[in-house]
């Protein structure tokens, strides 16, 4: 099973990136574009899911890159 990655602000004023139960940060960045770029790419090759923090901490927004066990019908 593949751990989510989370964009959250950090102490510094920057943002860092961290997967799911990790104590430390994957990495870090002054902006948090450049923040859910990175994020988004491990989400996307680790078939998981992307949670984008506000400055408060709570989610603005959530996307899925994994298999999605409903998918639409079409």
């Known amino acids: 099973m593949s751990k989510s990655k989370h964009v959250v602000p950090n102490s510094k004023g ?4 961290r997967s799911a139960g990790a104590s430390r940060a994957a990495r870090t960045f002054d902006s948090q574009s450049e923040a859910v770029a990175y994020a988004r790419d491990a989400a996307r090759a680790n ?3 992307l949670y984008i923090h506000r400055r408060d ?5 959530r996307r899925s890159y994994g298999r999605d066990p409903f998918p639409p019908k079409g």
């Open 14 to 17: 920057g943002w860092s990136v």
């Open 47 to 49: 078939h998981s899911e």
């Open 57 to 61: 901490g709570t989610i603005s927004d």
